[in-house]
């Protein structure tokens, strides 16, 4: 076997980068436009790409693709087309599980945020305008004893529900919104009987909060458009830290300036790195810049399964963190 060679579209933390030159040769790049991620993938000097989920693997690229395997730095793998790949014979990885606390302590954070309007709060202070304590100053909604509505109970709405019900919130949960199926008591392991499964509909209105756990798909697209909005308590939150798309950013702007609901927590945007119009004014809106896994573990986990996920793929064999269609 030749020695195999590895694409890195943009720096990864160790051990990936050792793990990699272990088994091969590695090119790292600092970044790639699509057009340069065409040339590479195309031109047969690479066998494996390990790209950022901003790097796009449409059917039409794949058609035209030089390379036995794509190994995501990342658990959502929604910038490949499964499908296409699999027809082409290139495997398709990712990097579960070693995300799923840090992912929820964002989406904790942006509840806690939007919340208690951190936001607004911080921009009061730096901009001078702090003059004394006041019982009316910033006051923001309750959490404990609030009902937190989580949309998709797979392995980071379970860590987000372990999160809330520390804060003595009630949670209940849509598995697989809009359309549900239902969840057994095992699938639910140490939540069962802790959190309630509700259909979409009664989720929608009866959350104070409603936390995003959903992967990108057709159905998922625009799950909370301007009717699901107009449908939520005016004093409900909204945190998205799953894919940008679920939303309707520009509806939310609607919601969130008309005060249709209190305040969104969002970590992810439908077209990024832009933002909808309007929504970076809004001082309801608590924004992070999709930093949903940042913290050390978590990077380095991911940089560790997405390397071994592409030693195996340039060997011909399967890789730990498989994605099939
Ligand atoms: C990004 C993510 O991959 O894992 C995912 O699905 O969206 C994130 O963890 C990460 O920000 C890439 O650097």
Known sequence: MSTPRFLVTREIPEPGPSILKGAG????????????????VTSGEYDVVLPQVSDKFDAELLAQAKIRGIANYAVGYNNIDVAAAAD????????????????????????????????????????????????????????????????????????????????????????????????????????????????????????DYISLHVPLTEDTTHLINAEVLRRMKSTAVLVNTARGPVVDENALVRALRDREIFAAGLDVFENEPHLAEGLADLPNAFLLPHVGSAEVGSRSGMARKAAENAVAMARGETPPYEVTP
């Open 88 to 207: 082409h014979g290139i495997a398709v990885g990712n990097t579960p599980d070693v995300l799923n606390d840090a992912t929820a302590n964002t989406a904790m954070l942006l509840l806690l945020g939007a919340a208690r309007r951190a936001h607004e709060a911080s921009e009061y202070l730096r901009e001078g305008k702090f003059t004394g304590i006041g019982p009316n100053l910033l006051v923001g909604q309750d959490i404990t004893g609030a009902t937190l509505g989580i949309a998709g109970m797979g392995r980071i709405g379970k860590a987000m529900a372990h999160r809330a019900l520390g804060f003595e919130m009630t949670v209940i949960f849509t598995q697989r919104p809009p359309e549900d199926r239902p969840v057994s008591e095992d699938e639910l392991g140490d939540l069962a009987g802790r959190v309630t499964q509700v259909p979409w509909d009664e989720l929608i209105e009866t959350s």
């Open 25 to 40: 040769d590695v090119v790292i790049k600092d970044g790639m436009s699509a057009h340069e991620l065409r040339e590479a």
